[in-house]
């Protein structure tokens, strides 16, 4: 879509089905007023759809309007037919009838495309709650419902989210003091409001569209949300069942290790096997245990009484710290040693090279 295009007229959205070429002319009327009801834009301040002054300019796709009753005058009558394929056209009152001054009409691709771009617009820019979206599911489910109807169940919510839909011009409301008198009222609104109905709320054409599409797009995003949550929930799965495998492999090996020590070495050796796709043997087994658990006494063995005035005397004789670091290692090895050959129980010894 063409970077250029009027997309607003004056403070109202420029309807999807209103050609350029009127769009540009509509936009460029010094005085710009629009039916709140309707789709006609006017070139005269007031209420023109009840008494345009001649002169008056009118944009719209609706003309030649039956009254209601028998001999009732038609509204907004043409001093001449519109094209066939015209939907559009902007005409000037001459005190009698509306002058055809311009007609056009659009394709049915351009008219997709300008509701698409003011719906992307739409979920760009704001945040849609749930009542949002409840407002719009039921607008969208009947050709106009009263207000009271609307807001029941949660009057609080819906009542804020009806007030933003009709700030952003995506819902219509008309109340009874409208129904006998704007020609430009939808049908269906002005039956309810003759019927009793305080006041009526609708969607358009254009926001029927758009509310589709507002819709649609939620839908997506929520099915994305929940599939990410579903694949995350297998992807931790399997990584539970692999490292409880590997739990089990690790406790054949050393069958008296303590549970909790087994699901350590489970947790190392688990994205070797992920990238390897096999699980591990006995000696790559061995050898992460031992890793394991030298760097657990490396830490601890200084607070070992023993090993403590040992590197204390150390430190006295004025030793450097090579040699105290060996020494702590050389205890961390034996206690290792010694648990290895205590986890195998009655099984043969095992080695690995990290207790070279």
Not at 33 to 57: A, H, I, M, T
Request: glycine share 8%; proline share 6%; net charge positive.
């Amino acid at each position: 879509m063409s970077s250029d295009r009027v997309m607003k007229l004056g403070a109202w959205d420029r309807p999807a089905e209103m050609p350029d070429t009127l769009a540009a002319e509509v936009a460029a009327w010094p005085v710009l007023v629009k039916n709140p009801f309707g789709g006609g834009f006017y070139s005269q301040d007031g209420r023109p759809w009840l008494e345009p002054q001649p002169g008056c300019l009118r944009g719209s796709d609706r003309w030649n309007l039956d009254g209601e009753g028998e001999g009732a005058p038609t509204h907004f009558p043409t001093d001449r037919r519109l094209p066939a394929r015209a939907t559009w056209a902007v005409a000037r009152w001459t005190g009698a009838v509306w002058e055809l001054l311009s007609t056009g009409s659009v394709e049915p691709r351009e008219v997709r495309e300008h509701r698409k771009e003011r719906a992307d617009r739409l979920v760009a820019s704001r945040r849609w709650t749930r009542s949002d979206l409840e407002v719009i599911q039921a607008l969208l489910g009947a050709e106009a419902l009263p207000r009271a109807t609307l807001l029941a169940g949660d009057a609080a919510g819906r009542e804020r989210s009806l007030r933003s839909l009709l700030t952003l011009r995506l819902a219509l409301e008309a109340n009874a003091e409208d129904a006998g008198r704007d020609p430009e009222l939808p049908d269906a609104a002005r039956r309810l409001l003759r019927g009793g109905a305080e006041s009526a709320v609708w969607l358009d054409e254009d926001g029927r569209a758009v509310a589709s599409d507002v819709l649609a797009w939620h839908a997506k995003r929520h099915a994305r949300v929940e599939n990410r949550k579903d694949r995350r929930a297998e992807e931790r799965d399997r990584g539970d069942d692999l490292k409880l495998s590997i739990a089990t492999a690790v406790g054949n090996v050393f069958p008296l290790m303590p549970a909790e020590v087994a699901l350590s070495a489970a947790a190392r050796l688990v994205p070797s096997v992920a990238k390897l796709g096999r699980r591990p043997g006995t000696q790559n087994i061995v050898d992460a245990v031992v890793e394991i658990r030298l760097e657990r006494w490396r830490q601890a063995i200084a607070s070992d009484p023993e090993v403590e005035a040992r590197l204390v005397a150390m430190q006295a004789r004025g030793a450097n710290g090579r040699v105290r670091k060996r020494f702590r290692d050389q205890r961390a090895a034996e206690k290792v040693e010694a648990e290895i050959r205590d986890w195998r129980g009655e099984l043969e010894p095992v080695s690995s090279h990290r207790l070279g």
